[in-house]
């Protein structure tokens, strides 16, 4: 009976340990200081009438320079940015490997010419006997047989210099046409492999924009079109015309690739800019376009956010999908509706679940 009182006692004693911790946290958490927040309602503009996508600059003639053999390389003669010349050496790989088997080749080449020669003049002769009926058909044609292989052996040797010349042109990596280096993507002493980018270069001043267009819009587009083109990092319009348009988007996630090429400017256009392409046609497909101020936005990695007030007061991170950017704003393609609020501004640190006070 004792212990049946004694367990009870502890029970209680727990239960009522438990309640009054319960009750500490919820009066911690009920008396916590509320971030004071500014909120915004998210701005919704009708699209523009005419078709906009989204494209990145590129060298019109541009080369990622590669090797068809494996070897240490020897020297770098370049660096990025440099300027080069047609037929200039970039990229020394060591090549004794190379020199070995023509050396060989070379020999090989020799011995079949001695042989070639040899089997010539004794042809010739045996050719003069027939003639003279000095020599059997037998002996004419044996002596034919052996001037052909002779001559095939020659052949041959001749076209294994060719083959290893050819691998030699591989060993010195040279430009194939004038321009600038953009990257270097290999050292002194390392490993060049087979197929794998060692220079890139590019030439400046003629550059084209390679554009993706939604299938709903793919079917305005005409060669020849053309077209106004925004380069956003200079917040310059640049005129172009539309040269080529894909017919197929089985390798590009239902976009149709379009390129268009640029029309000479004296804008700072680089390799690598994005741009929003407008074509002289009208969108088929318009809805409403949502715009926050960048300054909302949050980062984490390659992760991009918002914070927006729940219904409990307290601030909810919405990950966002973002699209073109239009001065200090820029275009919500998921995430956030257009009837929505988003805190623009804290007077304080904000975290997921963080108790906010709207002003």
């Not at 770098?76 to 004794?96: C, E, F, T």
């Not at 005409?222 to 925004?230: A, H, R, S, W, Y």
Request: glycine content about 6%; aromatic content about 6%.
């Amino acid at each position: 009976m004792k212990n049946k009182l004694y367990t009870i006692a502890v029970f209680t004693v727990a239960l009522f340990m438990v309640s009054c911790d319960s009750e500490d946290k919820k009066t911690i958490a009920d008396n916590s200081l509320a971030i004071s927040v500014k909120i915004n309602q998210v701005e919704a503009n009708i699209n523009s009438p005419f078709l906009s996508v989204s494209g990145k600059i590129q060298a019109a003639n541009s080369a990622d320079l590669s090797t068809r053999m494996m070897g240490y390389v020897n020297k770098v003669h370049v660096n990025v940015g440099d300027k080069v010349r047609k037929g200039q050496l970039l990229v020394s790989i060591n090549n004794a490997d190379l020199q070995a088997k023509r050396a060989q080749v070379n020999a090989g080449i020799a011995e079949a010419s001695a042989g070639f020669n040899n089997a010539q003049k004794d042809y010739s002769r045996f050719k003069n006997l027939f003639v003279d009926n000095s020599a059997s058909q037998k002996e004419m044609d044996d002596m034919t047989a052996n001037f052909e292989m002779a001559k095939a052996r020659l052949e041959s040797a001749t076209q294994m210099k060719n083959e290893i010349n050819a691998q030699f042109a591989y060993s010195n990596i040279t430009a194939p046409f004038s321009g600038t280096v953009t990257s270097k993507n290999v050292e002194a002493g390392n490993m060049a492999n087979p197929g794998v980018p060692l220079i890139s270069i590019e030439t400046p001043g003629d550059f084209e924009v390679m554009a993706m267009v939604p299938e709903s819009e793919i079917s305005e587009i005409k060669n020849g079109t053309t077209v106004d083109v925004l380069v956003k990092s200079i917040n310059q319009s640049v005129k172009g015309k539309v040269t080529e348009v894909s017919t197929s988007a089985k390798n590009t996630g239902g976009q149709y690739l379009v390129k268009i090429d640029l029309d000479k400017t004296d804008a700072n256009i680089l390799s690598g800019m994005f741009t929003t392409v407008q074509f002289p046609v009208e969108r088929k497909a318009k809805s409403a376009m949502v715009l926050i101020p960048t300054k909302a936005l949050v980062t984490n990695g390659q992760l991009t956010g918002v914070y927006t007030p729940s219904q409990s007061n307290t601030a909810m991170l919405r990950w966002l999908r973002l699209g073109r950017t239009y001065g200090s704003q820029v275009e919500v393609l998921s995430g956030l509706n257009a009837d929505e609020a988003y805190i623009v501004s804290a007077e304080g640190k904000l975290y997921n679940g963080a108790k906010i006070s709207i002003q």
